[in-house]
């Protein structure tokens, strides 16, 4: 636990919402800003678990005393905030242009349950992670970020989507100029000159050995982002955002927008 860490997102969350001209209802006993800073703690020290979060910040005198079936309905009902929070903090926290965009499952259970599932249902659904080499069940998060690890926009599609489908909307929140480095999955001649025809962004994946090869300055840029984009999967896996306990998709969504404000705050205050 990080006094500075709770303090900090309390108030910069507090002061978003003033900005959003956001009141309380005066008979609430919980205001929305300690609501999210509980979500967003409980992603960031106790892997999206509420329970836990909720205990310990009424135990350190951080939020008052509440029930966990109140603490949920109350945070679904400030899960549009929590989306509108998510993009103003990545618009204040991000900055540079240089761009790094991956993808990562986002297991709703084990493929062996899959039939049995109540929250997705398909072959869409039917995902296969390279890095695991196994076969899953459920989303998939496809994420930019800056060269801080700050999250920049997001998308979450069915799993067996191609990597490439909400390329180009992710690379359409960025200004002229920027590079987006990516692994080989994002090889496509087509969407490189299309985000550099409508956005005047390089997009720069790696590639392959058996293929034309990436120039110098390329391969340079790529090594040197390299190790941030294995940190970010890392810190991502650490919230526990591959093994999320939620009955309902609205409920699934809002723990990994909780998770990617959380990294937000965790990249750009270090």
């Known amino acids: 636990m990080n006094d500075t860490y709770i303090v900090t997102v309390y108030v910069v969350i507090n002061d978003l919402l003033k900005a959003m001209n956001y009141a309380d209802d005066s008979r609430s006993q919980m205001s929305a800003a300690q609501g999210l800073t509980i979500a967003v703690v409980a992603a960031k020290s106790f892997q999206n678990h509420h329970e836990r979060a909720l205990q310990v ?22 899960a549009d905030l929590l989306s509108h929070i998510l993009v103003l903090v990545s618009e204040v926290m991000s900055y540079g242009s240089v761009f790094i965009i991956d993808a990562m499952p986002l297991p709703v259970c084990k493929r062996v349950r899959a039939s049995r599932c109540r929250k997705v249902q398909g072959e869409a659904f039917e995902g296969y992670c390279a890095a695991k080499r196994e076969y899953y069940f459920g989303w998939q998060l496809h994420l930019l970020c800056d060269s801080s690890g700050v999250p920049v926009a997001f998308e979450m599609l069915p799993a067996a989507w191609d990597e490439l489908v909400p390329v180009q909307a992710l690379l359409a929140v960025l200004p002229p100029g920027s590079l987006v480095v990516a692994d080989p999955g994002y090889i496509s001649q087509q ?47 650490t919230m526990g955002l591959q093994h999320l306990h939620a009955r309902t998709n609205p409920g699934f969504a809002l723990k990994v927008a909780a998770s990617l404000v959380a990294l937000a705050f965790t990249n750009a205050l270090n």
């Open 57 to 78: 910040l009424g135990r350190l005198g951080y939020v008052p005393s509440f029930s966990v079936s109140r603490f949920n309905r109350r945070l679904h009902a400030l």
């Open 191 to 237: 969407e490189e000159l299309l985000s550099y025809l409508y956005g005047e962004v390089r997009l720069i994946p790696r590639y392959r050995n058996n293929m034309r090869g990436n120039s110098q300055a390329d391969k340079a840029l790529l090594d040197a982002h390299r190790r941030r984009i294995e940190t970010v999967n890392s810190q991502l896996y």
